[in-house]
């Protein structure tokens, strides 16, 4: 039985949660720990008592010590059994060791069949090595009927996520017409496919061949100092040249150009061609390329809307540990789109982008981590992560934060960090932080009070059309708080508010009208009764006057209720921009 790789130390699967906090996430780190300074029995000590928990990722490293003998006894039939329970609740890389152990007949009876089926479960959540194993079984007709045709399927499918060996069989399986046509052009394409990733069987075959020797590219420096000097035109200019010469990285980055429009117009078809030139080729632009890529076909740019070659691309980034592609394959497995929704492997995906340092992946795991989606809620962790992807300068996680210190969600209650970190989103334009900050200020929480500093906050909110903030300002100049008491603009901002839908604009210019009714009312003693009988009906206002105004919004109020404003930051409309020179670029805040 080949030794296993430790799930929880492996680059492509580490799965931990670095939150300092007395939970579950606290004592997987522990073991981890642990694990990492050899101390293999402790490990397994704490590895084991979250796995009898049903803690899915705790139960595939019990399996890997017991497959390894580290901490324990080796004994392949209690790996066996750890590797299935792991693998029924999702996680793709306990349902490839379950595989591969009834494929040898280790810890269990040898199955084909079986092993078969838990390689296709692996392979359809994008497991590469499952892909390639796939193609294998149907090749020899092992646990199937013998189909070259499918086994071709499948060493495409992983040579496409950069698999050099299924690359090779591909190759081979083109130029010998097994399971297709004989065709020198794709075994050609596969073969260089293969080579550039290393195989050197590839290079041989490109070689007898006749087709010309792989290179590899460097980014194009005058390029990018033209870029890093803001001289588009000529970085546009210094890319185009190295990109018709066939450098993957000159070509993704001439993509980005034309995405952005910034040195070229913007042409969505022209970015779009220069990407999928760069993708054939996944080292070269460190995934970058294929995200592109897959960002065009699912936001429909320059080509028609197709989920599934979206998220086959952003598999294929993967291969190089690009946080931005493993925040897209989370999300895609976290609602489902084009594949089966599995929200246990979407938060694993999630984890791998944010322990990478990604912000936009931190915040995503945070928010996941504070709806309990793919796992137990915990308030705790998503503040951790929401604090880590803030740090980073992530609006959305900024905001979020402010949200759990404003509430004590997770985190010691403060109104002074809260204050902080609306602070730092409001100061990035998030109307929704500035509403937030000028709610403090009003009330002098966490900050000094300033009925002043109150209203410029909601100004620039206001100025974003937020609504809310609209009807603040309202009701300040209702009620000469921080600006001079004046009734006529305090009708136009209660205007805005309730045009806009804002029950609290609403209420304000209904109690309005009443008063204007009761006015007439006052000097009309039929009038007079007709409004008591309205009164005795409980029809008054039920509005309050603005020094008994409570901020604490109804239902109906505009949305306000959820501090997140119900984003799904792992949602790709935020993925906006687009990598240029370096995959770096995008590794920032998108929003």
């Keep these: 039985m080949t030794f296993k790789v430790f799930y929880a130390v492996l680059t492509t699967f580490l799965m931990i949660i670095a939150a300092p906090v007395a939970t579950s996430q606290t004592a997987y780190l522990d073991a981890l720990t642990a694990y990492n300074q050899s101390d293999y029995e ?37 790996a066996a059994y750890w590797y299935k329970k792991s693998a029924r609740l999702g996680i793709v890389e306990a349902q490839y060791n379950l595989a591969d152990m009834y494929r ?28 390639n194993s796939v193609g294998q079984m149907y090749l020899q007709g092992l646990g199937a009927e013998a189909s070259q045709s499918t086994a071709l399927e499948w060493f495409e499918k992983a040579g496409d996520l950069g698999h050099a060996v299924a690359a090779y069989n ?3 399986m083109h130029a010998k017409g097994e399971g297709t046509e004989v065709s020198q052009e794709r075994a050609v394409r596969w073969f260089r496919i293969s080579a550039m990733l290393g195989n050197d069987d590839a290079k041989d075959a490109l070689t007898r061949a006749g087709a010309a020797p792989i290179s590899r590219f460097l980014p194009s420096s005058d390029a990018t100092a033209a870029y890093a000097k803001g001289d588009y035109a000529d970085a546009a200019a ?23 429009g910034i040195g070229v117009e913007r042409s969505y078809q022209t970015a779009l061609h220069w990407f999928q030139k760069s993708a054939e080729f ?5 995934g970058a390329a294929q995200v592109n890529l897959g960002y065009m076909f699912e936001t429909a740019r320059g080509t028609p809307r197709s989920n599934a070659k979206a998220f086959q691309q952003y598999l294929r980034g993967l291969q190089t540990g690009n946080p931005q592609a493993q925040l897209m394959v989370g999300g895609f497995f976290m609602e489902g789109r084009g594949i089966d929704q599995n929200q246990a492997e979407g938060l694993r995906w999630f984890r791998q982008s944010a322990i990478g340092g990604y912000a936009n992946g931190q915040s995503a795991l945070g928010y996941a981590l504070f709806k309990g989606d793919g796992g137990p ?38 109104f002074a960090e809260a204050a902080k970190y609306y602070r730092m989103a409001a100061e990035q334009d998030r109307a929704y932080d500035q509403w937030r900050l000028g709610y403090l200020y009003y009330y002098g929480r966490g900050v000094p009070q300033s009925y002043t500093d109150a209203l410029t906050w909601f100004h620039k909110a206001a100025a974003q059309g937020d609504a809310q903030s609209e009807y603040e300002i309202g009701l300040m100049y209702d009620s000469g708080l921080g600006v001079e008491a004046d009734q006529d603009a305090a009708m136009e901002w209660y205007q805005k508010a309730a045009a806009k839908g804002n029950w609290w604009g609403q209420q304000a210019l209904e109690h309005y009208a009443y008063m204007e009714r009761k006015k007439v009312a006052d000097a009309n003693f039929a009038a007079l009764q007709a409004f008591a009988a309205e009164l005795s009906a409980n029809r008054q206002s039920n509005y309050k006057s603005p020094a008994y105004n409570s901020y604490q919004r109804p239902a109906q109020s505009s949305g306000y209720k959820d501090p997140f404003g119900g984003l799904n930051p792992w949602d790709s409309q935020y993925q906006t921009k687009r990598c240029i020179a370096s995959p770096v670029s995008c590794y920032q805040n998108r929003y």
């Design 42 to 78: 402790t490990a397994y000590e704490g590895f084991i008592a979250l796995a009898q928990k049903d803690d899915p990722d705790a139960m595939l490293n019990v399996a890997v010590m017991f497959d390894n003998g580290q901490g324990v006894e080796q004994n392949t039939a209690r």
């Design 170 to 172: 591909a190759g081979l």
């Design 282 to 286: 996944i080292a070269e632009t460190e």
């Design 238 to 260: 210094a890319w185009l040249e190295k990109a018709n010469l066939g450098h993957p990285s000159a070509q993704n980055a001439l993509g980005a150009l034309y995405f952005e």
């Design 377 to 414: 809620r915990d308030l705790n962790a998503a503040a951790y992560w929401f604090g880590e992807a803030a740090d980073q300068g992530q609006m959305f996680a900024q905001s979020s934060l402010a949200a759990m210190y404003e509430e004590g969600w997770g985190v010691t209650q403060s």
């Design 104 to 131: 040898v007949g280790a810890g269990v009876q040898q199955d084909y069949s079986l092993a078969l089926d838990w390689f296709e479960k692996a392979a359809r959540q994008g497991h590469v090595k499952a892909r």
